[in-house]
């Protein structure tokens, strides 16, 4: 079946710039993650949904940063002003949730965004 | 807060030799740990994982022993190939009302043929 996807693959902005990313979790999965991974690192998260509402959104650096998923599947990443060091991949995952941390995430390929 | 710590990189060997990718970690109550690779352009995908103490996972020849004696999941492979080149993370997912795992910095293997 069809894994996570996430759009676009490749985004370049200028800072100061708006950008939405968009990720597309695996049928019936209701928990969708977002994490960060810079250069040489692993991911960070930054925010968990279940359902329609952000569970926990403890890794969001600033308040720039914000995600939404008004129908409990699609999700959008966004980040207002963006600075030069937002650039990094933007992973999205997703998992059918049993008990906490125990279930698997499935990660789609990224978005790698580079401000400018 | 949790944490994981994992082997630097790079790691390089020659095809055949056997590897070995320490992991530790640190968290309260009873985490899940996971190993996931990341293949040249490709996305994150889990190579296995064990959710509670002396458990093993094991997937194409790799396995990982959840020591919570020592907080360890070491990952192994008797005799690795040329395909196994690629990034591997360690990751913990907490048992706690967090559900996000945290991950190592990966460790780069290539291996030469």
């Known amino acids: 079946g069809a894994g996570v996807s996430q759009t676009p693959s490749n985004k370049v902005t200028e800072k100061g710039k708006y950008v939405e990313l968009r990720c597309d979790p695996i049928s019936g999965h209701t928990a969708l993650y977002w994490y960060r991974q810079s250069l040489g690192q692993g991911p960070e998260f930054l925010i968990y949904?279940?359902?329609?509402?952000?569970?926990?959104d403890s890794g969001l650096p600033n308040d720039r940063f914000f995600a939404v998923r008004p129908e409990g599947s699609v999700s959008t990443l966004k980040i207002q002003r963006t600075e030069r060091g937002d650039s990094a991949v933007y992973l999205c995952a997703s998992s059918y949730p049993g008990l906490a941390g125990k279930d698997t995430q499935y990660f789609g390929p990224g978005t790698r965004l580079t401000v400018l | 807060g949790d944490s994981v710590t994992q082997m630097e990189g790079p790691v390089t060997l020659s095809e055949e030799a056997f590897l070995t990718i320490n992991c530790t970690y640190t968290?309260?109550?009873?985490?899940?740990l996971f190993w996931y690779v990341q293949y040249p352009g490709e996305g994150l995908q889990l190579l296995l994982k064990?959710?509670?103490?002396?458990d093993k996972g094991s997937n194409k020849g790799f396995e990982a022993t959840y020591r919570k004696e020592t907080t360890s999941f070491h990952l192994e492979k008797g005799s690795v190939q040329v395909s196994d080149s690629a990034v591997y993370f360690c990751a913990l997912g907490d048992s706690g009302s967090a559900r996000q795992l945290t991950f190592g910095s990966g460790t780069q293997l290539t291996v030469l043929p």
């Open positions: 949904f279940q359902g329609t509402g952000a569970a926990d």
């Open positions: 064990a959710t509670k103490a002396d």
């Open positions: 968290a309260t109550g009873y985490p899940s």
